[in-house]
């Protein structure tokens, strides 16, 4: 029976053996790493968590989908890593748009959690920073007219200069209305409720799905049409 060695969050002994149990594949990524839930049995307190296994760069070659985890001989950890377990913060977690640069999707991720949890202040701190670090890479890099160091500072105030500018589409102004110009939104007070983190969450769905998932899914679409009329002329 394979093995998985973890820190057991049901009672809390690090670096103990679990029996695996179960197993229920996630998905792919990169066209060889696979992504795992796996039961697991804790041999000290004999209870079961599941954990979350993601497949090791160096194990690469390994055919996991092939098998499945049950026929693996040895210890999991030789082919994955453990990147967490099923708890509480895994239910309904809002998903980002597609085609995301690595830290905004990060960043939308972890608010989401957030959110999962009713941690709105964290939540809707995570939304802005999303919202900072998409509308940073907006900005020009030398001053224009209109444009000083207050302005790039404030969340707000940015985001009013690149409506202003045409930078931004018009018609997402009303929604941005949830971000201040000074910040006083409350993610710097700790005083959002439900509702404000949320058209934070909304507002960076949208604009972030406008800046990085519509251009992309464009650019997709188009280098098919290419190789279609490619291979329709060979």
């Excluded at 939308?108 to 957030?114: D, M, S």
Aim: hydrophobic letters at 35%; charged letters at 25%; glycine letters at 8%.
């Amino acid at each position: 029976m394979p093995e998985l060695v973890a820190d057991c969050p049901r009672c809390g002994v690090g670096r103990i053996t679990f029996d695996l149990a179960g197993e229920n594949w996630i998905g792919e990524r990169y066209e060889w790493q696979q992504f795992y839930e796996a039961f697991c049995i804790c041999r000290g307190c004999h209870r079961g968590t599941t954990f979350k296994l993601a497949q090791e760069g160096n194990a690469s070659q390994v055919n996991v989908r092939q098998s499945g985890l049950g026929k693996m001989q040895g210890a999991l950890n030789d082919v994955f890593s453990v990147e967490g377990y099923i708890n509480l913060k895994d239910r309904q977690v809002a998903t980002p748009p597609e085609h995301l640069p690595e830290d905004v999707d990060a960043a939308f991720r972890e608010g989401a959690v957030c959110m999962s949890v009713s941690c709105n202040n964290a939540g809707g701190t995570m939304f802005r920073l999303c919202l900072d670090f998409a509308t940073k890479s907006l900005m020009p890099e030398q001053d224009v007219e209109g444009l000083n160091a207050k302005i790039r500072r404030s969340l707000g105030l940015r985001l009013e200069w690149l409506f202003g500018t045409k930078r931004l589409p018009e018609a997402l102004r009303d929604l941005a209305a949830c971000v201040k110009d000074d910040g006083n939104d409350g993610a710097h007070e700790g005083t959002l409720t439900k509702v404000d983190a949320e058209d934070l969450q909304e507002f960076a769905y949208v604009l972030l799905e406008r800046l990085y998932t519509e251009p992309k899914r464009l650019e997709i679409a188009m280098a098919r049409r290419q190789a279609r009329h490619n291979q329709g002329n060979s």
